[in-house]
């Protein structure tokens, strides 16, 4: 770790990977102190950074007359009061001028750019440019942020963002396990604006296979799916909580399976007491069904005289996914580790369950007020203290990633470690989205619609660049690469206008034709062969959804049209809807859009 500076009686360090770490300067040796002591004494005076006037641009800017202006207006007034305040002491120390407030209003073209990027993954058209460019309305920018919000991009954008963070895959590396239902849930959950609150809790208390018909359809949502998110980690239960509290806490944990943490307050049993709420779930069925099942499958293979070395490790591979089911037991078979090593327990004794806290108060927090109930309600006793408005990590995690989303960095970094709220950049920023959040009530839109609708996001771009190890005040947003999937959404829209009318159909194929159940004992080896034979049919199908080449996209001057084939695109889209035996675009074999 390398020397960042000495903060009162703190230390900060940067580690390889490029996150600020924030202790006591007492944990580290004398010799390591006075090392500290010396480094923060040669470093350069930090000069006066005054306090300007707040010149913000606030004055004049169109707020929306809707509720979420004013939200928005709340946001701007923060963010200049943070960037003439702690900003320019920040800057000072880095050499750099203070800023009056933000930086100069983006222009049209600007933001037009800028907010089809970031709200459906792709540059406009120049239809859709020109539109926009001509509109007198002086609320033209609140109105294409509601239009974008309210379209099917948003919903395919605003997925991959999820996709990428809750580590979604298509072909998972359990036997024959594939992931379609669980990204097919995400879908449905993305275009139908489910509260995040909502999506969290579903993935955290699901039961059964990844296909498991919705235990609860009456509900309004269809949760067939949502039990991917568990079964992603099958067989990795410490890997799949410290991922959960990472990525809905804002707290990393990974250190602790191991050992307490080096950078942190947590120790190895507090991590150890947050898996026991786990520790009644197992994700695979019993093998030995398995067993007796291929001894009989390969009895009659053999005897159909067909060569069984073929066919064995694909029938092998098929029965075991069905052994991959999320299943509540009513025992707790959580245990410290065999090489557990601090005087607060013994290797294999049983743990507990226990909710980590952050402060002294939360113990006090309506959060903690849950049933731990029997072992088999724990994960729901877990769910619901990991995913109430009143926790007091989840609201603000979700609105400081989205805040990232938008702006570039978070209020507090990294991300994925918001332990020390008071480290962010603007405490009272980042406190005030998370009650913006809890008030939109876990809506994605609406907490992105205030975003968007701020002065602070309608800025031109910071281009210079920030030191390592700064903090950033949000006068604009960064300057920033385009993502990989905004790069090549672009550019199809370049070649087809609105790619996002382009859409493979959402099937449930794969788990109509792979579900057996194991636990039936009447099941046969005759019933597997028949269900295989269906099942190895079902990839014939799908690759018979493959057509539709570039040269269905449009001629060259569709593409400088940037939309002259929006009627070729809907009639592709009405084939691909049309009982899911549409086509997806391909291009040398290749899916070009999914």
């Known amino acids: 770790a390398s ?20 202790f006591p300067l007492a944990r580290l040796s004398a010799e390591d102190q006075a090392a500290a002591k010396g480094m923060a004494a040669s470093a350069p005076p930090v000069a006066d950074a005054g306090t300007p006037a707040v010149g913000t641009g606030i004055t004049g800017f169109p707020y929306p007359t809707e509720g979420y202006g004013s939200a928005a207006r709340q946001i701007d007034t923060l ?41 459906i993954g792709r540059i406009p ?41 809750l580590r979604v895959r298509h072909n998972l590396d359990q036997a024959n396990l594939r992931g379609d239902d669980y990204v097919n849930w995400l879908r449905r959950q993305v275009s139908g604006n489910r509260p995040w609150d909502q999506m969290v809790y579903a993935m955290l208390t699901a039961e059964g296979k990844m296909w498991s018909e919705d235990p609860n359809p009456n509900d309004g949502w269809d949760d067939k799916g949502a039990a991917g998110y568990l079964l992603r980690d099958a067989g990795m239960q410490l890997d799949n909580l410290a991922n959960t509290l990472t990525v809905f806490l804002g707290t990393d944990v990974a250190c602790a399976q ?25 994700t695979r069925s019993r093998g030995d069904r398995n067993m007796g099942l291929m001894e009989g499958v390969e ?49 294999g004794d049983p743990v507990k369950p226990k909710l980590i806290t952050w402060s002294a108060k939360d113990k006090m927090n309506p959060a903690y007020k849950i049933s731990k109930g029997k072992e088999e309600k724990l994960r729901q006793s877990f769910a619901t203290w990991l995913t109430h408005p009143e926790n007091p990590r989840f609201a603000m995690t979700i609105a400081n990633r989205l805040w990232k989303r938008a702006f570039g960095a978070g209020i507090a970094e990294p991300v994925t470690n918001i332990d020390d709220p008071d480290a962010s950049s603007n405490l009272e920023l980042l406190k005030y989205i998370a009650e913006v959040m809890k008030k939109v009530k876990f809506d994605m839109k609406e907490f992105q619609r205030i975003i968007l609708n701020t002065r602070a996001y309608q800025s031109e771009a910071t281009t210079e660049v920030i030191a390592m190890g700064s903090q950033y005040f949000f006068q604009g947003p960064q300057l920033r690469r385009m993502t990989a999937e905004q790069a090549w959404d672009s550019y199809m829209t370049l070649v087809l206008g609105k790619p996002e009318v382009y859409k493979a159909p959402l099937s449930d194929l794969y788990g109509k034709s792979i579900d057996l ?20 049919k079902i990839a014939q199908k799908q690759n018979a959804l493959m057509g539709g080449g570039l040269d269905a996209a449009g001629d060259e001057s569709m593409m400088m049209m940037g ?10 889209s009405a084939d691909s809807s049309a009982g899911g035996a549409g086509k997806f675009l391909s291009y040398g074999g290749w899916r070009l859009l999914v």
């Not at 007198?136 to 948003?154: A, C, F, Q, T, V």
């Not at 067909?306 to 591979?317: A, S, V």
């Not at 046969?524 to 190895?536: E, G, H, N, R």
């Open 258 to 282: 191991c050992h307490d943490h080096p950078f942190a307050e947590w120790t190895q049993m507090q991590f150890y007491e947050m898996a026991a709420f786990f520790g009644a779930t197992t």
């Open 517 to 536: 159940n194991l636990e039936n004992e009447k099941l046969t080896a005759q019933d597997v062969l028949i269900k295989y034979s269906a099942f190895t």
């Open 3 to 22: 020397f960042v500076k000495l903060t009162g009686e703190d230390i900060q360090l940067q580690t390889a990977d490029g996150q600020i770490h924030q």
């Open 299 to 347: 009895e009659l293979v053999q005897a159909s005289g067909q060569d069984i070395t073929r066919l064995r490790n694909g029938i092998r591979n098929y029965v075991g996914a069905n052994s991959y089911v999320v299943k509540d037991l009513d025992a707790n078979m959580m245990k410290l580790p065999h090489d557990y090593k601090y005087p607060d327990g013994k290797p």
């Open 125 to 165: 058209s120049y239809e859709e440019t020109t539109t926009f460019l001509k509109d007198p309305d002086p609320m033209k920018r609140s109105k294409l942020i509601n239009m974008l919000l309210d379209s099917e991009g948003y919903a395919s954008h605003m997925f991959n963002y999820f996709a990428e963070m």
């Open 563 to 572: 939309g002259a084939g929006d009627a070729m695109a809907q009639e592709a």
């Open 79 to 119: 963010v200049a009061k943070g960037i003439v305040t702690k900003g320019n002491k920040q800057r000072a120390e880095d050499g750099l001028p203070p800023l009056t407030g933000f930086n100069p209003a983006a222009n049209d073209e600007q933001f037009v750019r800028r907010v089809y990027l970031d709200v």
